[in-house]
């Protein structure tokens, strides 16, 4: 049994307890407990299992979807200053949030209610907040992929720095991204998002430098998915006389996904650059 599977057998019986009697201290308390905060990094697999666990009861029963879906508000909307970054309470938030991702892609009714909460918490101060948004994202893009290119489209064209990051976190996951219209959705919104930096004044915000960061990751995941008019497209980003963008585009070249595979392009495009 691998370690994730432990975990939800043991979130299974927790929540099973709480279902029962309606007091969640023992769940809390194991969440919190094994959280692996403080620490550079928490515990994604309990996290993980608890938002695949709290899914599983949601789908099976009405009353549960409910009181879940509650438990998941209650824990996400938990503030930095009661559960501040790195410390163990933070978990609970993360957890929270993965939650409503979770029961949020059990059908296109629960997508915006879990979008609602999703775009609050991704200008969360909490970087891992933040991420948990974005994993949130990727349940809600497996099980409702239409409805929620869609919804993102409007984060991305009339959102701020931070929903544009959270869009661009989300769709840039290599597993999403083997559906080719989710590869062509991430190429889409990265177009969008890098004309809004380009012709962005305003670049000292901490959500601009968390979205520039982001984007250092993301883009090149996109272009792996589609070398061919992706590497065409960083081609022309080279081009720009923009510091952000070059610094985008330097970022991902640097990354062993391209390197490794595209060598002669990687080292084309970084001339260009030079």
């Known amino acids: 049994m691998t ?18 009697s309606g007091g969640a201290e023992d769940l809390l308390t194991c969440l919190v407990a094994e959280s692996n905060l403080p620490g550079p990094r928490a515990n994604l697999e309990l996290a993980a299992a608890f938002s695949e666990t709290v899914r599983e009861f949601a789908a099976a029963d009405a009353d549960d979807h409910r009181i879940l879906w509650d438990l998941c508000v209650e824990l996400a909307c938990l503030s930095p200053e009661d559960a501040p970054t790195d410390d163990p309470h933070e978990f ?16 296109p009714a629960c997508v915006g209610p879990a979008l609602t909460y999703l775009a609050e918490a991704s200008a969360d101060p909490r970087w891992r907040i933040r991420e948990a948004v974005a994993m949130g ?42 559906e080719p219209e989710i590869a062509e959705a991430a190429l889409r919104f990265h177009r969008k998002i890098l004309i809004r930096v380009y012709t962005a004044k305003e670049r000292q915000s901490e ?58 392009t990687v080292q084309h495009i970084q001339a260009q650059l030079s």
């Open 207 to 264: 959500a601009f430098k968390a979205l520039r960061t982001a984007l250092g990751h993301t883009l090149g995941l996109v272009v792996a998915a589609l070398p061919g008019i992706g590497f065409e497209y960083l081609r022309q980003l080279a081009t720009l006389d923009d510091q952000d963008i070059r610094w985008i585009v330097r970022e991902n070249l640097r990354k062993n996904r391209l390197q490794k595979q595209y060598p002669e």
């Open 92 to 107: 609970l938030t993360f957890c929270g949030i993965r939650g409503i991702g979770a029961i949020g892609s059990l059908s």
């Open 137 to 178: 994202i990727q349940d809600l893009l497996s099980r409702q992929q239409n409805m929620m290119v869609k919804e993102l489209e409007g984060w991305v064209e009339g959102g701020s720095w931070f929903t544009m990051r959270a869009a661009a976190a989300g769709i840039a996951e290599p597993d999403l991204l083997g």
């Open 3 to 20: 370690r994730k599977e432990t975990y939800m057998r043991e979130v299974a019986r927790l929540l099973s307890g709480f279902l029962t």
